[in-house]
């Protein structure tokens, strides 16, 4: 069983190498080629900010794998040997939050070069080193805090219930369900300063465009987003009465009035057609498979590894192998997802107008500097959202360009 484990991972690994290969290949071949959506030199540095990004990717890859084969070797067992507390509900959170810990601080560095190193070269990091140490300190309490608690919880069902595993996947999922109302909140106490729009005509607008689809919010509000980072963004987030429109300040800056009514008409589209709760009922879903096959582990598998089959142990194979499961179920998310954003685009084109979500998507790809193109096995297993040029066709914008041409031709991992 131990082989079968190790096998299973090591091609989830190789199989995540192959598709980053592929997009760097793809990505390498077209950025010289005719631009699509921006100018020459934007889409050149878009394409090698990609390529930049996918090598990061790459390198978190390989350390995730170097991760997994310690944890199993011996590092599960180290951590059960060093914990020496009485309680086994006080051991077990120890050793969950312990093993969450070390995985953060080895994987720190990456995130640190991303941020300062790749995102600051392309002109994305506005955050300062104090920032982003506050940042990582409060996210690591918090997932301490928060985590500890369900920790806690999921070792009370399973000592508590024969059949924890199904009441284990209930508990969990109610928690995803809490964190998407709270998300807001969260983020406004501990992060981003969030403050009401003062802008009284778009706001008068807003609200007009969420009463077409009967949108009940909170209120609409502008997040201070540009002290950490240039992208633009807006999010409709929490469930229920806590429902908010969150703008990034840096979207506001970039889009006009039209074209940013017709993002939130898109965003609009989602609440219409039900999006969020098909979304938390795909994650349901997934939550239900994995709590499914860890609940039902087999006892070779401890003995093979010379731990015992305790909660603590239990929950960190579940967490050390979902990802594997994660990378099984997305390509039928993203499916789903891209489904749903071609639909979420209709009722913006209805909402806000065609010309002004095309002319808002062609801004974002530009001011985020998304490389507009990708391989398609990277589409299939990574993409949430159609390929913009997808989307911008099926809006009536046509861009004369071969998409595919990176698909000829020997498949180069370096820059061209």
């Known amino acids: 069983m131990l082989t079968t484990a190790l096998t299973l991972f090591s091609l989830y690994f190789l199989l995540k190498l192959y598709i980053s290969i592929m997009q760097i290949g793809y990505i390498s071949q077209t950025k010289t080629k005719r631009p699509l959506l921006m100018s020459a030199s934007e889409f050149l540095k878009a394409g090698n900010y990609a390529i930049e990004s996918e ?41 969950v939050l312990g093993f969450i810990l070390i995985n953060g601080v080895v994987t720190l560095p990456l995130d640190w070069y991303g941020k300062f190193v790749i995102d600051q070269k392309y002109g994305f990091n506005r955050s300062t080193l104090g ?5 990582t300190l409060v996210t690591t309490l918090l997932s301490m805090v928060l985590g500890g608690a369900v920790v806690w919880g999921v070792y009370l069902i399973i000592s508590s219930f024969e ?28 992060f ?52 908010r429109v969150v703008l990034f300040d840096t979207l506001l800056q970039k889009l006009s009035p039209q074209e940013l009514l017709a993002v939130l008409g898109h965003e609009l ?11 938390i009922g795909l994650v349901g879903v997934m939550l239900f498979v994995m709590f499914a096959l860890f609940g039902n582990l087999p006892e070779s598998l401890f003995l093979q590894m010379g731990i015992p089959q ?39 084109a209805e909402l806000g107008g065609k010309l002004y979500l095309a002319e808002a998507l062609k801004k974002l790809v530009t001011e985020n500097k998304s490389y507009p193109i990708s391989h398609p096995v990277y589409i299939f ?9 997808e989307r911008l066709k099926a809006l009536g914008y046509v861009e ?17």
């Open 269 to 279: 589209g989602h609440f219409a057609h039900g999006d969020i709760y098909k979304n």
């Open 310 to 348: 305790s909660p603590a142990v239990v929950m960190i194979l579940f967490l050390l192998f979902m990802p594997v499961l994660s990378m099984v179920m997305m390509p039928l998310l993203g499916i789903v997802s891209r489904h749903n954003e071609y639909e979420a685009d209709r009722t913006g």
């Open 163 to 190: 059949l924890w595993w199904l009441w284990s996947f209930g508990f969990i999922f109610a928690v995803v369900v809490l964190i998407n109302m709270l998300f807001p909140t969260l983020r406004a106490l501990f």
């Open 55 to 95: 090598r990061l990717s790459m390198t978190g890859a390989l350390v995730e794998y170097l991760l997994f084969i310690a944890w199993i070797g011996t590092g599960i067992a180290w951590l059960d040997g060093h914990i020496l507390l009485q309680g086994e509900a006080e051991k077990t959170v120890a050793m």
């Open 381 to 389: 297993f990574y993409y949430t959202h159609p390929p913009v040029l």
């Open 131 to 135: 920032l982003y140490v506050r940042d």
């Open 400 to 416: 004369e360009a071969d998409t595919r041409s990176g698909l000829e031709g020997p498949c180069p991992t370096s820059e061209a």
């Open 192 to 243: 981003d300063k969030v403050t009401p729009l003062d802008d009284p005509e778009l706001n008068h607008q807003i609200e007009a465009l969420m009463a077409q689809t009967g949108f009940v919010s909170s209120g609409v509000y502008v997040s201070d987003a540009s002290r950490r980072d240039a992208r633009l963004n807006a999010y409709f987030g929490g469930l229920g009465k806590t429902k």
